[in-house]
């Protein structure tokens, strides 16, 4: 339903751009790039947002837990998780991220490969990650212990021999910034929804 997103620096937009001329024989290719820290599913809205905790509870009403009765409607959803995710923040202080590199899932946990990806190194990030992991559980074979912090690119389809290993092994400047928010992500619109400061 929601992911919670790092914004992506214009210039990590602009690394793959340059890209784009040698990423031939990719199936799709990544115009809108996100850097998730957290998924979250219909499962992990509060129970309030479905009317089931009308005085809210923040952290301390089971994050997680599953909500009672049908989905909540987008908005109420939103909302809920927006307010069940600030006291978990609280604290968290603008972090430092990098791009350093260009890597591929051949076999990635879901969808199509390979998948052509920036490496991203943050420390901060991890343990972010791992935190929010803690209360609202990991989605298996991609968080948890098994997360890595990335841009995608491009994926599927049947690059060209050695397209790949060109694009592994290109040298850039890594690319610094510093985190001082995070998006709520709506993947079905692939818009921001909201924005929470750290």
């Given amino acids: 339903m929601f992911s919670l997103n790092v914004p992506i620096a214009p210039a990590v937009d602009r690394l793959a751009a ?13 115009h809108r790039r996100t850097l998730v820290c957290k998924r979250f599913g219909v499962e992990d ?11 809210g509870g923040g952290a301390s009403a089971s994050p997680g837990a ?4 049908p ?27 990098a791009v350093t590199g260009i890597d591929v899932f051949d076999a990635p946990a879901s969808g199509s ?8 190194e943050s420390d901060a990030l991890v343990r972010l990650h791992r935190r929010l992991c803690a209360a609202y559980g990991a989605i298996e074979g991609i ?19 050695g397209v790949v290993a060109d694009l592994v092994a290109a040298e850039f400047d890594p ?12 993947p079905e619109f692939r818009e921001v929804a909201a924005s929470i400061d750290l």
């Fill in 45 to 55: 809205v509060p129970d309030r947002a479905a009317g089931g905790d009308p005085d």
């Fill in 71 to 97: 989905s909540p409607p987008k908005p109420a959803a939103l909302d809920a998780l927006r307010e069940d995710l600030r006291p978990l923040l609280a604290g968290t202080d603008p972090f430092p991220v």
């Fill in 143 to 161: 968080e948890g212990d098994e997360y890595v912090a990335h841009v995608t690119v491009a994926r599927g389809g049947e690059p060209e021999p």
């Fill in 18 to 30: 340059d890209l784009q001329s040698k990423r031939s024989g990719f199936e799709r290719v990544r």
């Fill in 175 to 186: 690319i610094r910034w510093r985190v001082h928010a995070l998006d709520l992500y709506d």
């Fill in 66 to 69: 599953p909500a009672g009765g």
């Fill in 113 to 120: 490969g390979p998948v052509l990806y920036l490496t991203v």
